[in-house]
């Protein structure tokens, strides 16, 4: 790679890095504990929480009748969710371990804690339920995809793309005929990690 662009990459991931503390700090302005997995405020906040509560019946009555319509096909959608989290659960399970591809955590993905907000009420709980498990599980997914990517066919798209993960600027160029030397390095990276996971005991 292009030790420039290898450079300027290594200062993205370090100002990623920056970010995320910074808005990590941010995101703490309402103090809170995590205790045995349970998300814990201290009584004036939660008393603070409680009262910005909408009860269900004024939720339902306020709610456009439109909102309320198209929320079965919503939720539809959870069907074939729990199909694809099985299937790409079972595919890395099985084919990393073949590939020596670093496992994905599912938990860091999928993470369920808005239940405990007390200004939520019962209907917006359960949102907020569907809404952390399907994007989770998208991410998730994504995350799997992209490893497999860069193991089979990390190869740059000649078109632009609206989305691209966190591997992919790493990918061979489009064109490039040492494509197969660079796809060895790049799977030995990933197998390196995996070798890592393996010792650390993940």
């Given at each position: 790679?292009?030790?420039?662009?290898?450079?300027?990459?290594?200062?993205?991931?370090?100002?990623?890095?920056?970010?995320?503390i910074?808005?990590?700090?941010?995101?703490r302005?309402?103090?809170?504990?995590?205790?045995?997995?349970?998300?814990?405020?201290?009584?004036e906040?939660?008393?603070?929480q409680?009262?910005?509560?909408?009860d269900?019946?004024?939720?339902?009555?306020?709610?456009?009748?439109s909102?309320?319509?198209t929320?079965?096909?919503?939720?539809?959608?959870i069907?074939?969710?729990?199909?694809?989290?099985?299937?790409?659960?079972?595919y890395?399970?099985?084919?990393?371990?073949?590939?020596?591809?670093?496992?994905v955590?599912?938990s860091?993905y999928?993470?369920?804690?808005?239940?405990?907000l007390?200004?939520?009420n019962?209907?917006e709980?359960?949102?907020?339920l569907?809404?952390s498990?399907?994007n989770?599980?998208m991410?998730?997914t994504?995350e799997?995809?992209a490893r497999?990517e860069?193991f089979?066919?990390?190869?740059?798209?000649a078109k632009?793309?609206?989305?691209?993960?966190?591997?992919?600027?790493?990918f061979?160029?489009?064109?490039?005929?040492?494509?197969h030397e660079?796809?060895e390095?790049l799977?030995r990276?990933?197998?390196e990690?995996?070798?890592?996971?393996?010792k650390?005991?993940?």
């Amino acid at each position: 790679m292009n030790p420039k662009i290898e450079e300027l990459l290594k200062q993205i991931v370090a100002l990623e890095k920056e970010l995320k503390i910074e808005l990590e700090k941010e995101d703490r302005r309402v103090p809170f504990k995590i205790e045995k997995g349970r998300v814990r405020f201290d009584q004036e906040i939660l008393r603070r929480q409680k009262a910005a509560l909408i009860d269900i019946y004024r939720y339902l009555r306020s709610s456009e009748i439109s909102y309320v319509l198209t929320a079965p096909i919503i939720y539809a959608v959870i069907v074939p969710a729990l199909v694809l989290d099985l299937f790409v659960t079972l595919y890395q399970q099985i084919n990393f371990r073949v590939y020596h591809i670093p496992l994905v955590k599912r938990s860091e993905y999928i993470v369920f804690d808005r239940q405990y907000l007390a200004y939520l009420n019962i209907i917006e709980k359960i949102n907020c339920l569907y809404c952390s498990y399907f994007n989770g599980l998208m991410a998730y997914t994504v995350e799997v995809a992209a490893r497999t990517e860069q193991f089979w066919c990390p190869i740059k798209h000649a078109k632009k793309i609206a989305y691209r993960h966190r591997y992919y600027d790493r990918f061979v160029a489009y064109g490039d005929a040492e494509y197969h030397e660079k796809l060895e390095a790049l799977r030995r990276s990933l197998q390196e990690a995996y070798a890592r996971q393996q010792k650390d005991g993940d």
